[in-house]
Each structure stands twice: as C-alpha cells, then as structure tokens.
C-alpha cells in the first residue's frame, strides 16, 4: 500500500470517527454531564485553559464547579489544582490550540473547545488502530488483521473512549502503546537510535498520561526487548553514549513540565496528587467484587479477557510470560484502589491502557486461531457494540450485585 493510499485510507475512517462522535455529542452543551470536558475530562484538560488563557493567575473560581469539579481552586493562593497529569492534556494541545484560534468565546470552555477533544480522540483512536494494522499485519493475513483490530475496538472500550468519552485518558495511552509496539515488531529501516529515541519519548509520554501505567510499561519494554527481532538488548549496544545523553534528554522534556506543576500546585517537584485517596487490602472479596462486578467488573465488560487468557495458555505461547503477570499486578493494584469500579464509566476503564498487551498472543504470531475463537471474538464484538450505543450513565443501582440495571442497558434501546 503506497503512501497516498494509507493517507486517504486514514482520512476517510478518520472522517467517519468524527462523524459518529460529533454525532453522539451534538445535544450535549458545555458545563453538562455529557460535555467532552466534565468531571475527569476537565481535570485533564485544564492545564490548557490555565496556562493559555488565564496563565495560572486568574483562572474564574465559577468553572471548577461548572466543569464538574475536575480540578479545583485554591481558596487562598488561587492556584488551579488537578490531581490528573499532563499527557493527555499535551496530546489534545494541536486540537485545542486550533480551536482557541477560531474560537470568539475565548473561555476555554464554549462549544468550539468541547468539540475539538472530540477530534483529538478520534485521532489517536484512528491513528492507533492504523499502526495496529500493519504490525499486526506482519504475522496475519490483512481479513484476519482486520477481524482482530475490531476485536481490540470493539470487545473493549477502545472505541467507547475514543469516539463517546474522547476526554478521557484511555485512548491517548492506547494511541502510544500502539506505537511502542511497532517499533518492536516491525522492521521501519530506521537506525536503533531514531527507534529508540522515539521509544523513550513515546514511554514519557505514556507515564505522563497515567503515571500508574509505569508498573505496566516496565515488565513490558523488559520483555520486548528480551524477545523482539528488530529492537532489542543487541541493539544497545549500537546506541553511543551521546546518543543515550539525547535520549534521556528528551525523555526529560516530556517529564519536566508535570514536575514544574507539582512544585507550583503542591511545592515540590515529586509530588503525590493522588494523596487523599488510600489503598487497601485486596481480599478475596474486593478481587471478585473488581472482576465481576454488575458495575463495572472487569470480566463483566470485557469478557473477551478470558478467551485471550484460555489461548494464550492453549497455545503455550511465550507472551503468557508477560500477560499473566501484567494482569495478576493490574488485579492486585485495582483490588486494592479505594474505587473498585474507578467511578462511572464504562467497565473497568484501566485496562483500556494496556489491553494490547492481552492481545499479543493472538495478534503477533504465526499460531493458528481455533474457529471456537472466531465466533467468540464476534460474540464480544456485537455484545459491546450492542452495550456501548446503550449506555448512557452510570450504574448507580446495581449495588448488592444485583445485574438488572446491567440487563436492561445490554437489552433496551440504543441511546
């Protein structure tokens, strides 16, 4: 495929994300519920508003409250105060900064903001998708490439976090964890110090978009590195000391400005903004309640974790060395998280940062997929497809493991 034909190819699905997510979002109006910058959204996004228009001294007390406290004022210094980083933020910036451009409501907040979260969202949904495809393609054939990206898309929240709640952070990690993967699995041509150098920018940028993701990343670039053919410990050895200052110096960049937030908001530069909300024992009782909770359990959402889990070890595949233990640490750190369902949302939405790596054993080898799979990935698909158009809210009544509220979503009308 030449390269006119990937960029119009990109354009046209690029264009139908957008299409479908202006579509989903064109009744919500700013400082409402189903606005792009609401509760969490907000709080990620509100380092662009803080430092482009009210540069961090004059931010209005008003928008904390309605903006759905994502972030808040301090009473007495007036500093804005977000407990999200900055990475998603920075990717939403060409978006954002485009539309403060056009927009003649210069508030940060009017309708021209809103809607360009949504095109930053479809952006790297798509644009992760894309580098998906022709890593992917490496070891599949392009129909069953294209049958296991909608598998990623759609039996997960990938799609819902791209297209519906495009504030969030899932999807700009996804965009990055897609990319780290291709520079493993596919031979660019490119020097081990360009693969690299954008490896560590892209695993900054990663960390800074959710710096809890770090527990992941490491044990996976350790893997990759271990048993990748085109990027590898070897390739080290390739990388010269100045190249390595460069490196680090980058990733240093990316890094910098959320270490010069925490000493403005908290006064130091190593700071825990996430300090007010503590861990406790993960008991049996808290870890099933985590995977199979009516509200937002883990397995209860994305079942299609099990059919990967039930291959990887059929298959004996290598990549179970990572994905079972990436998985018994997610379980572990979420069993213990104050917030079994990590508030309202659309499952478990964490494991939307890493679910690629669950999809490794599938995806990148040559094994053959049995046809029980086959019908099970398609069965995810139309489920939460079906789940996804449906959903609308939170599930505030299924309290005392009671799945009504859960049926009657999966069951009733598309929204």
Same mark, same amino acid.
């Given at each position: 495929?030449?390269?006119?034909?990937?960029?119009?190819?990109?354009?046209? %699905?690029?264009? @139908?994300?957008?299409?479908?997510?202006? /579509?989903?979002?064109?009744? +919500?109006?700013?400082?409402?519920?189903? !606005?792009?910058?609401?509760?969490?959204?907000?709080?990620?996004? =509100?380092?662009?508003?803080? =430092?482009? &228009?009210?540069?961090?001294?004059?931010?209005?007390?008003?928008? +904390?409250?309605?903006?759905?406290?994502?972030?808040?004022?301090?009473?007495?210094?007036?500093?804005?105060?977000?407990?999200?980083?900055?990475?998603? @933020?920075?990717?939403? !910036?060409?978006?954002?900064?485009?539309?403060? +451009?056009?927009?003649?409501?210069?508030?940060?907040? !009017? %309708?021209?903001?809103?809607?360009?979260?949504? #095109?930053?969202?479809?952006?790297?949904?798509?644009?992760?998708?894309?580098?998906?495809?022709?890593?992917?393609?490496?070891?599949?054939?392009?129909?069953?490439?294209?049958?296991?990206?909608?598998?990623?898309?759609?039996?997960?929240?990938i799609f819902y976090y791209g297209i519906f709640e495009t504030g969030m952070s899932h999807v700009y990690s996804f965009c990055c964890l897609s990319v780290i993967l291709f520079l493993f699995f596919k031979n660019t041509g490119h020097s081990s110090f360009i693969k690299f150098l954008w490896l560590g920018i892209?695993?900054?940028?990663f960390v800074m978009i959710r710096p809890v993701n770090i527990l992941f990343l490491a044990p996976a670039l350790l893997f990759l590195l271990y048993y990748s053919k085109h990027l590898n410990f070897a390739s080290l050895k390739t990388v010269t000391l100045g190249q390595f200052v460069a490196i680090g110096l980058?990733?240093?960049?990316?890094?910098?400005?959320?270490?010069?937030?925490?000493?403005? @908001?908290?006064?130091?530069?190593?700071? /825990?903004?996430?300090?007010?909300?503590?861990?406790?024992?993960?008991?049996?009782?808290?870890?099933?309640?985590?995977?199979?909770?009516?509200?937002?359990?883990?397995?209860?959402?994305?079942?299609?974790? &099990? @059919?990967?889990?039930? #291959?990887?070890?059929?298959?004996?595949?290598?990549?179970?060395?990572?994905?079972?233990?990436?998985?018994? &640490?997610?379980?572990?750190?979420?069993?213990?998280?104050?917030?079994?369902?990590?508030?309202?949302?659309?499952?478990?939405?964490?494991?939307?940062? &890493?679910?690629?790596?669950?999809?490794?054993? =599938?995806?990148?080898? /040559? =094994?053959?997929?049995?046809?029980?799979?086959?019908?099970?990935?398609?069965?995810?698909?139309?489920?939460?497809?079906?789940?996804?158009?449906?959903?609308?809210?939170?599930?505030?009544?299924?309290?005392?493991?009671?799945?009504?509220?859960?049926?009657?979503?999966?069951?009733?009308?598309?929204?």
């Open positions: 495929m030449n390269k006119l034909k990937i960029v119009l190819c990109f354009l046209i %699905i690029y264009a @139908a994300m957008c299409f479908v997510s202006l /579509n989903r979002h064109s009744h +919500a109006q700013p400082y409402s519920y189903h !606005s792009e910058l609401w509760a969490d959204k907000a709080g990620y996004n =509100v380092y662009l508003p803080s =430092v482009f &228009i009210y540069h961090n001294v004059s931010f209005p007390d008003s928008l +904390a409250a309605k903006t759905g406290y994502g972030f808040e004022i301090d009473s007495l210094s007036h500093k804005v105060i977000t407990k999200y980083p900055y990475g998603v @933020a920075l990717l939403q !910036s060409p978006f954002w900064l485009l539309a403060h +451009a056009l927009s003649t409501d210069k508030t940060g907040y !009017s %309708i021209y903001y809103q809607r360009s979260v949504d #095109f930053a969202g479809c952006f790297y949904l798509t644009l992760g998708l894309f580098f998906l495809f022709f890593t992917i393609r490496e070891f599949r054939s392009k129909s069953l490439t294209i049958l296991l990206l909608a598998t990623i898309a759609f039996s997960s929240g892209l695993s900054a940028v980058a990733c240093f960049i990316i890094v910098f400005p959320q270490l010069l937030y925490y000493k403005y @908001a908290f006064g130091s530069f190593l700071s /825990n903004s996430y300090h007010k909300e503590p861990f406790f024992f993960p008991s049996l009782n808290r870890t099933i309640t985590l995977l199979c909770s009516p509200h937002n359990g883990l397995l209860t959402y994305y079942p299609v974790i &099990i @059919a990967l889990l039930i #291959f990887s070890f059929y298959t004996k595949s290598v990549y179970s060395k990572l994905t079972v233990p990436l998985l018994i &640490i997610y379980i572990i750190l979420y069993a213990s998280w104050w917030s079994l369902s990590l508030g309202c949302g659309f499952g478990h939405r964490a494991i939307n940062d &890493i679910i690629i790596l669950l999809f490794l054993p =599938v995806c990148f080898s /040559n =094994v053959k997929i049995p046809k029980l799979f086959y019908v099970l990935f398609l069965l995810f698909i139309v489920i939460n497809i079906k789940f996804m158009f449906s959903y609308d809210g939170c599930l505030y009544k299924s309290d005392n493991w009671s799945y009504s509220e859960y049926f009657s979503i999966l069951f009733g009308e598309f929204k």
